[in-house]
């Protein structure tokens, strides 16, 4: 069946510094591919998207593009801000609307 | 404001004791759907609903029960909890329809404990 493996955590980075998140995925097709941040307390919220081979999602500085040869989906930000600590979700649907989330990975930034 | 709202947010209660987690959204979506959250394990799917008074089974049905008789709610239900069922739950929503892409609009979660 469709799973999807990110990073464990914590990552740990002080302010300003270059984040990465990995994520890679097995499907049995072409699924759709989301990032999913949860802060404190909160439920989880769309960061970006991406739905097909080759398209860059991207919003709040954070990007990641859908490599359909390595079947990952790696998230990245240049410069990370303290309001960034949060549990990250990489997820990807392939049937309707249903998601498959990876455990997700913690990011404290410090500043 | 567009929401997925759920109630009670803390629950705490006693191994057989039938509880229910109410879920309503205002976004006139079409499917709705229940996770539960575990560390290290993500979000897993309990059940969903792609329409009024049509419902499935997720990854991890068993112990629950949900219904959908009016487009915004889609309450979940525990007849007689137990303490494995003891974690952080959230109801979702989204438009329908056979995409892959349509962004998911989740409720601020409930957590639960079972003694």
């Known amino acids: 069946g469709d799973s999807v493996t990110q990073m464990e955590g914590p990552v740990t980075l002080s302010e300003e510094a270059f984040l990465t998140i990995n994520c890679t995925y097995t499907?049995?097709?072409?699924?759709?591919l989301f990032w999913y941040v949860q802060y404190p307390g909160e439920g989880l919220q769309l960061l970006l998207k991406?739905?097909?081979?080759?398209d860059k999602g991207s919003n709040k500085g954070f990007e990641a593009t859908y490599r359909k040869e390595t079947t990952s989906f790696h998230l990245e930000k240049g410069s990370v801000q303290v309001s960034d600590s949060a549990v990250y979700f990489c997820a990807l649907s392939e049937k309707g609307n249903k998601l498959v989330f990876g455990a997700g990975t913690i990011l404290r930034v410090k500043s | 404001e567009a929401q997925v709202t759920q109630n009670p947010r803390y629950l705490i209660t006693v191994t057989g004791k039938k509880l229910t987690v109410t879920c309503s959204q205002n976004m006139n979506h079409e499917y709705m759907s229940w996770y539960r959250q575990d560390p290290g394990l993500g979000l897993r799917q309990i059940y969903y609903?792609?329409?009024?008074?049509?419902?499935d089974k997720g990854d991890v049905p068993e112990g629950y029960k949900v219904s959908r008789k009016e487009k915004r709610n889609f309450p979940l239900i525990l007849e007689s909890p137990s303490p494995n069922q003891t974690s952080l739950y959230f109801c979702a929503s989204s438009f329908g329809g056979t995409n892959t892409y349509n962004e998911q609009f989740f409720g601020p979660g409930t957590r639960l404990t079972v003694l």
């Open positions: 499907a049995t097709g072409y699924p759709s």
């Open positions: 609903s792609m329409n009024v008074e049509v419902t």
């Open positions: 991406a739905t097909k081979a080759d």
